[in-house]
């Protein structure tokens, strides 16, 4: 294993600043709410690009994360299976995802978040990652951080690409791709369909020893999406814009538990409840829709922002009687202005936001929130920084009010970059543990229309060392404190249970230790280290499926004038516990994959992904599986 390390490590030799801080000119939205300098920025900021995504040979868009300073993920399952993500040790419920700056949680869920295990990469340009409390900026939920999804936009010529897939488990995508310019709009549409036999999505549980190894019965997992970008420019400073994505997955599950005399429950796929009719058709059917119509105009050191959207997650189960249905919505609207004069920008916006449950039974609720936020933006020759401000108002507990100071500063004779940020955060009682009706057969109680939104604190600070020969080297220390944590409660002398808010803190701190260089005309290398302690304040232990130490990275290889591409990845996930307790290790292992991108000529190109090249067996959930070893290749052509 210390060999696996130490290669892990090694081929890593790219990673941290291939997101974070590749590239100096690369400019970034979510961090400020307007166009910024990834390097001016005083929070903690990654990148994905649509090019890295090429380079890794990313199947869903959760593979690109994995390798994200600060974040790990989790499924229950290879394909389809429910994904959770984790940003300095607070699990996806302290996580804001946005789709082109909406949020896209489902408010169906008892703890919202937008679940990522559907997202493929096709309509992907680039995904940004801001860490720490971010709820001056974004409100209720952005605790740990923020995601923004930034969907592809038409640019150049117009063109029209097809694309095929081919790969392990019989899987197989279509892709059809055309975007452009055509004299003052600008057009994107992607069409794609993809289908694989799958594997597992439950390991088979052996009691002997407790362990498990691979399952027997293959899962199918069924994708079809279209998205699309459409932008008119109204004259030199005025853009109207439509962005529509949507996808349907049929995804088939597993449902089978081995069961120990003490009643303590395991999954496992080679259990005779998983293999009835009823368990072998057992599926759930998901429809995502997201709208957004938003226009833009400048009136010289002043611009107007205004948009409207409307999201909805339906999720229907097949073959599972007792199962609920739901169907999630938001919409609202948002406004923006932002001023500019010299060396200072202030941006103000007010939004209005309806969030709607509805599920199978009677129950069904509305919730509103409203919300103002003001940010200013100061530069002082090397020095910038950033204080936001934002009140929430929410029906149920009222105003909440939450705040973001943040400094950037460079010492030019050293090209070192010190970056400080301190904020205030909150996560709102979700509608179901508000409103949740009463149950009396399992003695619950429903929701508990009293609680308050947990409170959050978030610090950081870094630097960033620009080196000559393209080197760069960069350190991050952070911590989070939540208080006020909504939990589920039982009281056992009575066993009627609800949620309430409990006492005792939970505790994230650690640090992210990151190294990129140009070894070569050829060849660039890195490494990434990060290192999490998350305190489970019940047990005192580290938190469940957060892991201790990670080394993320990648090689890549450049030859025949860039028209070849190779990329090495690898990372290794230290200690990890799937529960609070720690009776079940998910972690000590290193992974890695492989991925060359060949462009045959102006219009031809192809690719070759390996999966998990040394066939590692290892689970991210305790129970549920992870690719094997696997071959995906795919051809591209494109028509000018």
């Known amino acids: 294993m210390k060999i696996k390390k130490v290669l892990a490590l090694g081929c890593a030799l790219a990673m941290l600043n291939g997101y974070a801080h590749a590239q100096n000119n690369v400019i970034v939205v979510t961090a400020t709410r307007t166009q910024a300098n990834i390097l001016n920025t005083p929070s903690q900021v990654n990148v994905i690009t649509q090019k890295q995504i090429k380079k890794e040979g990313v199947l869903f868009a959760k593979g690109a994360l994995k390798y994200v300073p600060g974040i790990s993920i989790v499924s229950n399952g290879a394909f389809g299976g429910t994904t959770t993500v984790f940003i300095r040790g607070l ?12 949020d896209v949680s489902d408010p169906t869920l008892i703890r919202p978040y937008y679940d990522f295990a559907d997202l493929l990469p096709d309509d992907i340009n680039r995904i940004e990652i801001v860490q720490g409390a971010q709820s001056g900026l974004y409100g209720a939920n952005a605790v740990g951080g923020v995601i923004n999804i930034i969907t592809k936009r038409g640019k150049g010529k117009p063109h029209f690409t097809l694309s095929e897939q081919a790969g392990s488990y019989s899987t197989f995508k279509e892709s059809a791709e055309a975007g452009g310019v055509l004299n003052r709009l600008s057009f994107y549409i992607n069409a794609l369909r993809l289908d694989t036999d799958g594997i597992s999505k439950m390991d088979k549980y052996n009691p002997g020893d407790h362990s498990y190894s691979k399952g027997d019965e293959d899962d199918s997992y069924h994708q079809t999406a279209l998205s699309t970008r459409l932008e008119y420019e109204l004259g030199s400073l005025s ?28 999954p496992d796929d080679s259990a005779p409840s998983n293999n009835t009719p009823t368990a072998k058709s057992l599926r759930v059917i998901k429809h995502f829709l997201l709208s957004k119509l938003y226009l833009s105009k400048q009136f010289g050191n002043f611009k107007l922002n205004l948009n409207t959207f409307y999201t909805q997650t339906f999720r229907y189960f097949k073959s599972a009687p007792g199962w609920n249905d739901y169907k999630g919505r938001r919409w609202g609207s948002n406004i923006q202005m932002t001023y500019k004069i010299n060396k200072t920008k202030i941006t103000a916006g007010v939004s ?27 530069r002082i020759e090397n020095l910038k920084l950033q204080a936001t401000a934002r ?11 939450t705040y973001r100071l943040g400094a950037n500063y460079l010492l030019e004779k050293t090209h070192t970059i010190l970056k400080a940020n301190f904020g205030t955060g909150f996560r709102a009682p979700s509608i179901y543990e508000l409103y949740a009706p009463p149950i ?33 080297i960069s350190f991050t220390y952070f911590k989070n404190i939540i208080k006020d944590r909504i939990v589920y409660y039982t009281d056992y002398t009575t066993w009627q249970s609800t949620y309430k808010n409990a006492k005792g803190k939970t505790v994230t701190d650690g640090f992210e230790l990151g190294f990129k260089a140009k070894a070569t005309k050829f060849l660039t290398v890195g490494a990434n280290y990060t290192y999490t302690a998350s305190k489970d304040p019940e047990t005192g232990m580290q938190a469940a499926r957060v892991p201790l130490r990670t080394y993320t990275g990648f090689v890549t290889l450049s030859a025949l004038n860039k028209k070849l591409n190779a990329t090495l990845t690898g990372r290794y996930i230290g200690k990890r516990y799937d529960d609070r307790k720690h009776l079940h290790q998910t ?27 040394f066939d590692k067996f290892h689970e991210e959930i305790y129970g549920y599986s992870t690719l094997p070893r696997s071959v995906f290749a795919t051809v591209s052509y494109r028509f000018f």
């Open 587 to 613: 972690g000590k292992y290193a992974v890695f994959d492989f991925t060359a991108n060949y462009k045959i000529n102006r219009n031809l190109s192809t690719s070759l992904t390996i999966k998990n090249i």
């Open 352 to 378: 209005g936001k309806m969030d709607k449950y509805e599920d199978s039974s009677p129950f069904k609720k509305l919730r509103y929130n409203y919300a103002g936020f003001l940010e200013l933006l100061q």
């Open 239 to 266: 853009k109207l814009g439509l962005v529509l994505k949507w996808y349907k997955t049929r995804n088939y599950l597993d449902n089978g538990w081995y069961v120990t005399p003490d009643y303590h429950y395991y």
């Open 440 to 472: 009396p057969s399992w003695y619950f109680l429903g929701g508990n229309r009293d609680l308050d939104p947990e409170k959050a604190k978030s610090w950081d600070f870094g630097l960033i060392q620009l080196m000559p020969h393209d080197i760069t």
């Open 91 to 102: 699990s996806s419920r302290y996580v804001k995802t946005l789709m082109d700056g909406v």
């Open 391 to 401: 009140e929430d108002d929410f029906k149920t507990f009222g105003k909440h009010f």
